[in-house]
């Protein structure tokens, strides 16, 4: 539901009752992953995906009958061998489907809404299995642990569920965990899907030269908050980089040792100035970043080496290091370029090998989450 908060921020706003499809659970080589959102809303109106095309015929036909009835469903999608015409996915995965109708006075529902919308780190957590009368309940949980809502059920329950559900949030992570049905802290009769929201992940971009052009416009599409950073005022301009969140005129390193970071951040060091790099991955290659990359020749990757371990970098933290920057793809304008980078940071993020896809016999998808579509049957909805 939080994958589309900014379109139901509107809805919301303007009093559209709605029902969500959600993917709470994944199996297979699914085409999207759990969390994926597709709304309609009472003109019939959609916003969103499940799946990619496969099933959202079935879907939506699933959240006009519970924005008719008032009622929750949950169904599964699948490949179904017996029957290739049957509802499914062609891809041979399978996905369960988690529908709620939504009323936009709905106090748990908007607020959860709201604060994704607005990029605030915040955890729903929704029964997506267990007694009827629970299904599709909603809490809605604060980085410190407060939280909005309530099951309607034992105290413990809301407790323990808030607690779950702020642990995940603390990852970033979204996908399900069980919880007995009077809150004990054990698997048993219910099933939350608890969709974490944190702010934009960060990439910081180091060099305002041309290439850094391209590379903010491909970081802000990947979703990144983009931050270009040069000691020269003359190059870090706001005419230059009119798509960067943030221009800081700094020492690279200096700017690091000062800034924000956590497992999620992308540095990618374009300078290719020795003056600049090597104070700069000093620092760099000893956080705890999502990827380090830098540009330059395979000569100038040498000599960068050579002169981080004079300065103590150890062959461990150097091979942290992704350089020369980029995947292989015969990239000449920076734009090309700008693509070869964000190539391999989405390769690293998602552990692919960069290899085709055509021939090569290695998954599709990744990062299937481990939730309960183990089943790879399908049921057409009805």
Not at 45 to 56: A, K
Not at 149 to 167: H, I, K, V, Y
Not at 302 to 328: C, F, K, M, W, Y
Request: proline share 5%.
């Amino acid at each position: 539901m939080l994958d589309i908060a900014e379109e139901l921020s509107r809805w919301f706003e303007e009093g559209r009752d709605f029902a969500v499809a959600t993917v709470v659970a994944v199996g297979g080589s699914a085409p999207r992953g759990a969390g994926a959102a597709l709304a309609v809303d009472g003109d019939g109106t959609v916003i969103g995906s499940v799946s990619g095309g496969c099933v959202e015929g079935a879907v939506y036909d699933l959240c006009v009958r519970a924005l008719r009835d008032g009622r929750p469903v949950r169904e599964r999608f699948g490949y179904d061998d017996e029957d290739a015409f049957a509802v499914g996915l062609t891809c041979g995965g399978v996905i369960d489907i988690l529908v709620t109708p939504v009323r936009t006075d709905a106090p748990v529902f908007r607020a959860g809404v709201s604060a994704a919308g607005r990029g605030e780190a915040a955890a729903l957590a929704r029964v997506a299995r267990g007694p009827v009368e629970l299904l599709g309940r909603a809490l809605l949980v604060r980085p410190d642990g407060s939280y909005e809502g309530s099951f309607d059920g034992p105290p413990e329950l809301d407790r323990t569920a808030a607690a779950e559900a702020r642990a995940m949030l603390d990852i970033g992570r979204t996908g399900t965990v069980e919880i007995a049905e009077d809150g004990a802290r054990c698997p048993g009769g219910v099933a939350l899907f608890v969709e974490s929201r944190m702010p934009p992940p960060r990439m910081i971009v180091f060099g305002a030269v041309d290439f850094a052009t391209a590379l903010v416009r491909a970081g802000k599409f990947l979703g990144y908050h983009v931050t270009v950073c040069d000691a020269r005022p003359v190059f870090a301009t706001r005419l230059r980089f009119p798509e960067a969140d943030d221009l800081v005129v700094d020492w690279p390193h200096r700017y690091l040792r000062r800034t924000a970071t956590d497992a999620r951040t992308v540095l990618c060091v374009l300078t290719h100035d020795a003056k600049f790099d090597i104070p700069l991955l000093e620092a760099a290659l000893r956080l705890p970043v999502a990827f380090v990359g830098a540009m330059g020749s395979r000569r100038t990757h040498e000599d960068r080496n050579r002169r981080l371990r004079e300065v103590g970098v150890t062959n461990q933290e150097l091979a942290r290091l992704h350089s020369p920057i980029g995947l292989d793809l015969g990239a000449r304008t920076p734009e090309e370029t700008a693509l070869s980078i964000a190539a391999e940071i989405v390769a690293a993020r998602r552990g692919g090998t960069g290899v085709p896809l055509t021939g090569s016999g290695t998954p599709i998808h990744h990062d299937t989450d481990d939730g309960e579509a183990g089943d790879t049957r399908s049921r057409a909805a009805a």
